[in-house]
């Protein structure tokens, strides 16, 4: 009897173009996740230097810049993790640990402590959240809860209850990586280039993204799911206690009230940059549009409603984040349909 062979209909995702295969809906829908976030921020800026002649001004271009760009390190990382298809809860509590920690390793050591010690205490809380997820099969959500609360139990530690703050030498080498605008700005630049590039140019980064889309059926291909998800936790637990060395560094001092509810912006800026909240597909980019959009709206919020404070601006986080979901779920679902 002769075998029967048979041949997979195209899916658009071999060799060569991939939008050929793809129904006009499902390319409206990926050509609407990848530009969202940048029509709309190009719309907001462009309104708002309408409408205020302070906006455009150098002096607040730079506050947005040089103020929030290590805090952008925190999305950087939750895009790795949720592209995979997981969640990282602990990374705010990290972001105020790093901060606490090269504060003391500079007042007590120097610079080179504080420069050595938040990412190597990063990657190591990174390490164990990795392994517990992926050797031990339990929920992300679950680990980095309890990562969080840890975190902060460690910080409370360091500094003996909020009792002792550290200080961060004036003449320290360490306090240049904060100073200024440009200096955080480039040095935020050029992380987030090394993230495109490791996202979109290496096997780590397509292996990531296949998992995301389909964790069974990428261990049906043979890829290493179990290393990559313990890698990604390590990635991001290292650049959020890195970006909050970077942060203390231009503070000047471990603040311990930092990083509440910076996982939470985290993810939201991630999610209105166009990453789907199911993992799969996701850009380093989008992440880029999805942390100016939300620091250019809490900037106006700043100017024209500071008397509701704070509430307003986590209010606004939350409705552009439903916004946003919402309309990922309405996208799949007429895509479904055709």
Known sequence: MTPTVLTPAPTGRGPGPRTTDRRPGERWAARLRRRGAPAVLALVVAAASAASPTFPTWSNVSAILGNNAFVWLLALGTTFVIIGGGIDLSVGSLYALGGVLAAYGAQTQGSWLALLLPPAVGAAWGTVQGLLVARAGMA??????????GARGLLQ??????????LVPPGAAFR?????????????????????????R???????????????????????????????????????????ALGSARLGSGVTT??????????????????????GSGSVGGTVAGVLLLAVIHNLIDQYASQYGSAFTDTVNGAFLALVVLAQALLDRGRQDE
């Not at 530690?157 to 550290?166: D, F, G, I, K, R």
């Not at 990586?177 to 040095?187: D, E, F, H, R």
């Not at 049906?220 to 650049?239: E, I, N, Q």
């Open 140 to 149: 992300p959500f679950i680990v980095t809860l309890a990562g969080l609360l």
């Open 176 to 200: 240049a990586l904060g100073a200024g605008t440009w200096t955080p700005v480039l040095i935020v630049a050029a992380l987030f280039g090394l993230g495109a590039l490791l996202l979109t």
């Open 258 to 279: 930092l990083g509440v509810g910076y996982e939470l912006t985290a993810i939201a800026a991630v999610v209105i940059g166009g990453t789907l909240l199911t993992g």
């Open 157 to 166: 530690l360091v500094t003996h209850e909020a009792a002792t703050t550290y």
């Open 202 to 244: 290496t096997r780590f980064g397509a292996t990531l993204t296949a998992i995301g889309g389909n964790e069974h059926a990428a261990r049906l291909m043979g890829l290493p799911v179990a290393r990559t998800r313990l890698l990604v936790h390590v990635l991001s637990a290292t650049l959020a206690a890195t970006a909050g």
